[in-house]
């Protein structure tokens, strides 16, 4: 258990948050201004939770601290009431501190948008496209069960099915808490179609989740700070080429990232998805780039989110999925391929809250046990 005395201040910072944004959210300026207004609304959903914990805790102190005056009294019949009313009191605070703890170590701005995944194929040709394409429809599948919705942005289909890439846009409550786990390197051993001796391969595809960003989160310049290339799509061995050049690629001249779209035959809507893309791409690389003073310590964390890390699995012949973050294995291979990611996932939580908790108790010293 952390130092409560640290706790309450924290607890306090996200309650007086959450009273400013109430206020701010009825302000006509705020109503009329649509992005912000969803930006507000969710970070007031976020802090909802701050703000009821926070309202308990404070009644609870301020009736314990009235139950020790009355049980320091004269008035023995009364200091006894006090002392039973006490036990109760710090009975009903114990489980309140502990959802405090569980807040503020789950608390990530990020956790209730929209993401943008990209999954590509890695080292295996051919077979690791075949992967890449058993990735996305297990996110069918699980996105399915969570009510998220999802929508196809790009793609470049492998020669024998599957996918060399794929880019989709996720959208649903909590999307990026859902999914945030999945990116990084994932690995499949089985025969492919290909084998005709029946050798087991090694193959490999990288999953990256990029929360999306948004017009508050960054600043683009679309004429200064990025290049337009316009060209002409293409389908599969030249195939479905196009007479007009609908396809686009933006690269970001800072970061020099760059987007290629050309699924649609419209340029514009190419165009609004390669921007699309770009912004939450460059975002994820700023945001990364600012955590960079704690990536040392985040190497090691569950969600680093790292995309070159391997984080899971898919083994055939044992029927077999490890997760190499938590040494976690479950014999339920097609499950999984189903999109049964639940028990994956809580227990990655479960870990990541407890390194969260180590951290988070260094933090809080630091910006409130000073003060």
């Not at 055939?316 to 973050?325: C, E, L, M, S």
């Amino acid at each position: 258990m952390l130092n409560r005395d640290v706790l309450l201040k924290a607890l306090s910072a996200k309650a007086r948050r959450h009273s400013d944004v109430t206020e701010l959210l009825q302000q006509p300026e705020i109503v009329t201004n649509m992005e912000k207004l969803r930006t507000l609304s969710r970070e007031h959903g976020q802090l909802a939770p701050f703000g009821h914990v926070h309202a308990e805790i404070v009644q609870a102190r301020d009736e314990l601290e009235g139950a020790r005056e009355l049980a320091a009294g004269d008035d023995a019949e009364m200091a006894e009431l006090a002392e039973l009313e006490i036990a109760e009191l710090e009975e009903q605070l114990e489980p309140l501190w502990a959802r405090v703890e569980e807040l503020l170590a789950e608390d990530d701005e990020m956790s209730a948008r929209d993401v943008i995944v990209e999954i590509r194929g890695g080292v295996g040709g051919a077979e690791a496209a075949l992967f890449a394409g058993d990735l996305f429809t297990m996110y069918q599948h699980f996105c399915q069960a969570n009510r998220l919705k999802i929508e196809v942005l790009n793609s470049n289909v492998g020669e024998m099915g599957g996918f060399k890439e794929i880019t989709l846009e996720i959208r649903g409550k909590d999307a990026y808490r859902h999914l945030r786990f999945e990116s990084g390197g994932h690995r499949v051993q089985r025969v492919p179609r290909t084998e005709t001796q029946g050798r087991i391969h090694t193959s490999a595809a990288t999953v990256a989740v990029l929360p999306k960003a948004e017009e508050v989160d960054i600043d683009i310049d679309w004429v200064k700070d990025v290049r337009e290339d316009k060209m002409r799509a293409g389908g599969p061995g030249g195939q479905k080429v196009n007479k007009t050049e609908s396809a686009i690629r933006l690269t970001h001249y800072e970061t020099g990232i760059t987007v290629h779209i050309q699924d649609e035959k419209s340029q514009h809507k190419n165009r609004s998805q390669a921007r699309q893309i770009l912004v939450s791409r460059v975002f994820d690389h700023f945001r990364q780039k600012a955590d960079a003073a704690r990536a040392a310590q985040r190497k090691g964390m569950i969600g680093s989110g790292d995309r070159s890390q391997r984080i899971r699995t898919y083994n055939y012949p044992q029927n077999r999925v490890t997760d190499h973050r938590i040494e976690w294995s479950l014999h339920d291979l097609e499950g999984v391929l189903m999109g049964r990611l639940g028990e994956f996932h809580e227990r990655l939580r479960a870990a990541e809250r407890e390194q969260r908790l180590e951290l988070l108790a260094e933090e809080l010293m630091r910006e409130h046990g000073a003060q």
